[in-house]
Every structure is written in structure tokens, then in C-alpha cells.
């Protein structure tokens, strides 16, 4: 299985200041038809997963624009670029590239 | 307005059985496949179980392979997970989950399952 690997873990933020999560694959993410199926989620407390980002970068209806996901090899990122109370949660990553699908471990972002 | 509302939750014996269902709507069913993802509390997201648009292909994880089957009727907008066998590691919330393009979109809110003695 591909493993998906989550730093930081846990992510102490200011509020109004930029935030950074990382995730690494253990191999391409690339598929055959020439897409990225990498994806992130939030899960806010006591909530279900919410689906933020598909295909690297692109936001699903609703998100925020301050919600951005980027990819340098097989490194992929999730910024936002000024933290409100609103984002406080987990967050994860999926690949969907390979079968099967694997989350990261999650990254707790909280607040100062 | 997509919905999944879980049900079926709820305390059982370790070696015991229980039956999730999840209701669909707002969105062609019968066009999507539909997975099974649990949370042990305090844990990460874990795949369990997926179920192609006719029913007729099923996965399951390794940890729940040959005591969980995941099946659907396409006529009642409605999944299902039947566990037997349960464990105590198997104590978490189960969401219902819509598939999108090697993603998933939508998710139910969750139904909890105890298995404790």
C-alpha cells in the first residue's frame, strides 16, 4: 500500500498567520490517464471529514480561497493563508492514485 | 442537496453482529460507488469497505476481511455493512462515504459502534 505521511503532526497557529501541512507518498501519486489523486479533507471537531481539495489544487465548492494545495515531486502541501477560529481541526490527505486508497495520519491544527 | 444518514449503530458483545445502513439522496445512487470509512476514537481515518455501482464488485480491508461485507440496493437509495464477528477493535464511528473520480465527496454524520463487554 502507498503510505501517505502527515508533518507536522500537531500545529500550534496564530490567528491571521499563514499555516503549512505537509504529506508525502511513498511512490508517484501520478496515475496512468496523467492526473494527481491527491486530495484533503478537514474534520473540524465533532464533525465529519469535509472534502476541501481534489486533484492537488482544486477547491471544492464552498472552500475558502485562502485554502490552496500545491505538489513538488511527491511532496504535497495544504496552505491557508491566514488562519481563522473556523480552521481549527484535523487534516487529512488521501491518495486515490493507487488501490488502495490511504490516508495520511492527520494534522491537528489548533490555535495559540 | 446530497444526504447519507447512517444508522445502526449502537453497543454490542465482542464476537456479536450488526448491521449499518445508509440512506442516499439528493444525488444519483445507482452512478456512484460507496464506500465504509471508519474513526476509532481519537484515531485517523481508515478505509473499510467499497462496493462498485452495481453491487457486483466488493473490497474490504484486510482487518475486516471475511467478517464484514459491504452490499447496496440500488432501488432503495441505500448501503449497507453487515458485521459479524465483532471485535473489540472495531469500536468506531462508521461513515458512509460517496465516491468522486478516485476521491470521496460527501459523508454521512456518522454512526458510533461499541464493542464492548
Known amino acids: 500500500d502507498v503510505v501517505m505521511t502527515q508533518s507536522p503532526l500537531s500545529l500550534p497557529v496564530t490567528l491571521g498567520q499563514p499555516a503549512s501541512i505537509s504529506c508525502r507518498s511513498s511512490?508517484?501519486?501520478?496515475?496512468?490517464?496523467?492526473?494527481?489523486?491527491l486530495s484533503w479533507f478537514q474534520q473540524r471537531p465533532g464533525q465529519s471529514p469535509r472534502r476541501l481539495i481534489y486533484e492537488i489544487s482544486n477547491r471544492d465548492s464552498g472552500v475558502p480561497d485562502r485554502f490552496s494545495g500545491s505538489v513538488s515531486g511527491t511532496d504535497f502541501t495544504l496552505k491557508i493563508s491566514r488562519v481563522e477560529a473556523e480552521d481549527v481541526g484535523v487534516y487529512y490527505c488521501?491518495?486515490?492514485?493507487?488501490?488502495?486508497?490511504?490516508f495520511g495520519q492527520g494534522t491537528k491544527v489548533e490555535i495559540k | 442537496e446530497v444526504q447519507l444518514v447512517e444508522s445502526g449503530g449502537g453497543l454490542v458483545q465482542p464476537g456479536g453482529s450488526l448491521r449499518l445502513s445508509c440512506s442516499a439522496s439528493g444525488f444519483i445512487f445507482s452512478d456512484y460507488a460507496m464506500h465504509w470509512v471508519r474513526q476509532a476514537p481519537g484515531k485517523g481515518l481508515e478505509r473499510v469497505s467499497t462496493?462498485?455501482?452495481?453491487?457486483?464488485?466488493?473490497y474490504h480491508a484486510d482487518s475486516v476481511k471475511g467478517r464484514f461485507t459491504i452490499s447496496r440496493d440500488n432501488s432503495k437509495n441505500t448501503l449497507y455493512l453487515q458485521m459479524i464477528s465483532l471485535r473489540t477493535e472495531d469500536t468506531a464511528v462508521y461513515y458512509c462515504?460517496?465516491?468522486?473520480?478516485?476521491?470521496?465527496?460527501?459523508w454521512g454524520q456518522g454512526t458510533l459502534v461499541t464493542v464492548s463487554s
Open positions: 511512490q508517484s501519486l501520478v496515475h496512468s490517464d496523467g492526473n494527481t489523486y
Open positions: 462515504v460517496k465516491d468522486r473520480t478516485y476521491s470521496y465527496d460527501y
Open positions: 462496493v462498485s455501482i452495481d453491487g457486483g464488485s466488493t
Open positions: 488521501l491518495q486515490g492514485t493507487h488501490w488502495p486508497r490511504t
